[in-house]
């Protein structure tokens, strides 16, 4: 069994998660990585997508974030997003509502950067919406 | 003077007066104490924040590529000032506070010669700064619909904000709100969000933060997601300073009013009894005299 660190997952709201875990799996910025104990001192910008965690006692949960960021020690990890939910709990209105959003930034981009960043941010909300509503 | 029945009237309708404001008051108790969770939960988010923020500021040390809204124009010309009040009045002086503290900085801003704008958050502070500063006002953000204060309230007015920074419409940006102390007791705030302030980068040498992080991707580009972030999450926080502010301003208002109603009806019961028991010692009078010419 893998040592265990201090794992916190923090909206603006509140505080999710704040437990010992084994590993977690982060959707970073530049792709996905799994954190465990002592890893070296990292700091990653986050796109919207799930996150895995695997606790100290075995469970494992996952959790959706939009956007945030992940802010890694050695001690331990702090995710902080924009906007946290479990995945059971997961709103299909409010994520379709999101994509709506997203598709209308995309529309509206004033300049080429605006407009591929506001694609990239869809492209990453319809996977995730792939990713998480087969069932 | 009032005859008696005036008297029971009036007895009748200061009670009914007083039912409401201690149902208010009880009301005000409730949200208080919902308001200050929501307070203190959001306070993680913060404060870390603060403290990555703080990190990251140090390993970009001030250089060149430092985001604008960090460093601000390099002009201190225009003056944005969001002003967040309550969209209730009956809170005693919570709003009037935050809007003459505001109005005492407008005053000094204009003696200085800069030019001032305003962005009202919350329906009282509109109102009073409507009377002497309607010309400034150049937006208002209505949150009466809303229910439980979200984080995406905040990050709405947080964009609007940045929106107009980046058309260059201002300089500096300073934040009003009322910090929520106690219940008694809230202190009307400026806080100054953009340029941010510098002042947690010392925070950071003391918290030990000076491993060696891998940033992914560059730092330049991480802070620049973080700091309109960072202006969000300080919206956030003084939204809810402010409504639990608010609520304790209303809390305790609500509760002097229910004292005076309980010292009125006191008072008019006096009175009531006086005049009954003159107007029996009349009749009695009246009588005995009757009796007594027989």
Sequence with gaps: MAEAFQFELVSPERLLVSEQVESVVIPGAEGEMTVMAHHAPVMTTIKPGVVTVKTAAGKEERYVVFGGFADIVPAGCTLLAESAVAVGDIDRTDLARRIQEAREDAADAKDDEARSKAEQFLSQLTTLEGAILPA | ?294
């Design chain 2, 1 to 294: 003077m009032p005859s008696l029945k005036d008297l029971r009237n009036r007895i009748a309708s200061v009670k009914a007066t007083q039912k409401i404001t201690k149902a208010m008051q009880m009301v005000a108790a409730a949200k208080l104490r919902r308001a200050q969770e929501a307070a203190e939960a959001a306070r993680p988010y913060s404060e870390r924040m603060g403290a990555v923020l703080a990190n990251i500021t140090q390993a970009v040390g001030g250089g060149g590529d430092a985001p604008a809204l960090m460093t601000g124009t390099g002009k201190d010309d225009v003056h944005l000032l969001v002003v967040c009040t309550a969209e209730r009045g009956l809170c005693g002086g919570f709003n009037s506070q935050i809007a003459r503290f505001a109005r005492d900085h407008i005053r000094r801003l204009l003696a200085d010669g800069k030019q001032v704008k305003i962005i009202c958050v919350g329906k009282k502070g509109f109102d009073i700064l409507r009377r002497d500063y309607a010309s400034m006002i150049i937006d208002r953000v209505d949150l009466r619909e809303v229910k439980t204060l979200g984080f995406v309230n905040a990050d709405a007015i947080a964009r609007k904000v940045i929106h107009l920074f980046g058309e260059g419409s201002f300089d500096v940006c300073t934040l009003f709100y009322s910090q929520f102390k106690s219940v008694i007791s809230q202190i009307p705030t400026a806080q100054q969000i953009i340029p941010a302030g510098v002042a947690s980068a010392p925070a950071a040498a003391a918290d030990g933060g000076n491993a060696v992080y891998e940033y992914e991707p560059e730092p330049g580009e991480i802070l620049s997601d973080l700091i309109p972030r960072n202006i969000s999450v300080q919206v956030f926080r003084a939204l809810l300073e402010n409504a639990a502010g608010e609520m304790g301003a209303k809390m305790s208002a609500m509760d002097n009013a229910t004292r005076n109603a309980g010292d009125m009806i006191n008072k008019l019961s006096i009175t009531y009894n006086r005049q009954r028991q003159a107007q029996i010692t009349k009749e009695l009078i009246e009588i005995i005299s009757g009796a007594e010419a027989l």
